[in-house]
């Protein structure tokens, strides 16, 4: 059990907090390319501050305060210039910087302007995504992790908000043992009371875990795992199995993104590499599509492995009260990630890089994190890549010569 202070320091994100220092020391999602393709300008919350992208004509981004400083209008509705974003009211300019650059309504002579300068923070573009930084400079760099930059496959990006803190929907990824009851039996259950056939494809053949163990590695933790009639010969306990990149991302593609204290916006990101050798076509677009979980009559949606872990997500309360949890040996992951956490706060507060931090180029090619993935159509259809506006392209892609193995053993199931 925690007490209330220890859980606040872990779970609180807005400025000045000490989950919220450590994650402002990392770059995070808040936008698909694609999006402000669309509409050049976007309300955005991140880490409970309330922001507005753009896009200005030049091509280039920008995140601004979302309340003009001069009258509080939003930017949201304000206009991209060449270069930087005009407030739609009284038509003060902002470059990328927060730099006041015209004041149409004051005269000519006036230094009003040079006096102003609006909260802003720099975006950058990778892997499709639009990526902001809210710490201290100098911002470390994107660290370009294999799925955003290999140039041999395709892409989508689903996104999903829900109402609770963003630790509990990755405490999910390093609890192990919740596969064995909640995506097998508590599936099949599901599944008969809808009038469904039971899967033929549980997770490790129905097998439970025996085993678990948790090690940090330069970009996170790896997660390692023996089932029933296994052995530390096996991949997953040799190499490990769908790691997490320090905060809150797994080698699968599920960011958790803290919108603010009680709700986080989680992006699905799926990188689909061929193993054929042969060519993949460009892709115009990465698309951006909504990923729902619940069903028309106010229930979540849990027929599915991914809606199955938001449900559990959100039902653990906006923030989850940790002062009276039970946790059992089996719970090891768990205690082992918010070790790993409070040390990375600690550094925080002592002045030095938490753990995961990119800042020597040379070292950020493209950082290799392990065996790709190749999904089925079972796959697909059991998470988010359901909903993927071009599933069915990414399947034909993927078995374009045949090959229609399942996601490989070392990757383990779904968003854990």
């Known amino acids: 059990m925690l007490t209330k202070e220890e859980n606040d320091r872990m779970t609180l994100v807005g400025p000045g907090t000490p989950c919220g220092e450590l994650m402002r020391r990392y770059w995070h999602p808040i936008a698909g390319v694609s999006e402000l393709e669309d509409e050049p300008t976007k309300a955005v919350r991140l880490l409970g501050e309330d922001l507005v992208l753009y896009r200005d004509r030049s091509g280039e981004y920008g995140l601004l305060g979302q309340h003009c400083p001069h009258r509080k209008a939003s930017l949201e509705y304000g206009v991209p210039e060449e270069h930087g974003l005009r407030c739609c009211y009284h038509g003060w300019l902002f470059d990328p910087a927060g730099n006041c650059l015209e004041q149409p309504a004051e005269p000519a002579e006036s230094s009003f302007k040079d006096r102003i300068h609006h909260t802003a923070y720099p975006v950058q573009p990778l892997g499709g995504l639009l990526w902001a930084y809210l710490g201290p400079q100098p911002a470390p760099l994107i660290p370009h992790y294999d799925m955003f930059v290999r140039d041999d496959a395709w892409r989508d990006v689903g996104v999903c908000d829900v109402p609770c ?15 064995d009851w909640l995506h097998q039996h508590y599936y099949d259950y599901v599944l008969e009371r809808m009038g469904k056939t039971p899967r033929t494809d549980r997770v490790y053949n129905g097998a439970r875990h025996v085993k678990i163990g948790f090690d940090v590695f330069p970009h996170g933790i790896v997660k390692r795992r023996i089932v029933e009639g296994g052995s530390e010969a096996d991949d997953t306990w040799k190499y490990g199995t769908n790691p997490i990149i320090f905060p809150a991302t797994t080698r699968l593609g599920l960011i958790r993104v803290p919108t603010d204290d009680t709700h986080t916006r989680c992006y699905f990101y799926s990188c689909y590499p061929p193993d054929d050798g042969l060519p993949v076509p460009a892709q115009d677009r990465i698309p951006v599509y909504d990923v729902p979980y619940m069903r028309p009559d106010g229930r979540f949606s849990t027929d599915w492995v991914t809606g199955q872990d938001v449900m559990v997500w959100i039902t653990q309360q906006p923030i989850m009260d940790r002062t009276d949890e039970k946790l059992g040996a089996s719970d090891q992951g768990i205690i082992f990630y918010r070790k790993v956490l409070l040390e990375q706060i600690d550094k925080v507060e002592r002045g030095e890089d938490p753990l995961a931090v990119m800042r020597d180029p040379t070292e950020n090619g493209c950082i290799d994190l ?47």
């Not at 790709?372 to 988010?384: G, I, L, N, T």
């Not at 078995?399 to 399942?406: A, F, Q």
């Open 370 to 416: 392990g065996p790709a993935s190749h999904p089925s159509r079972h796959f697909m259809e059991s998470h988010w890549g359901q909903f993927s506006p071009i599933k069915e392209e990414v399947l034909a892609l993927m078995e374009r010569s045949g090959h229609r193995e399942r996601w490989s053993a070392r990757l383990g199931t779904g968003a854990e």
């Open 165 to 179: 803190n963003w630790l509990q929907t990755v405490e999910n990824s390093v609890d192990l043992t919740h596969v």
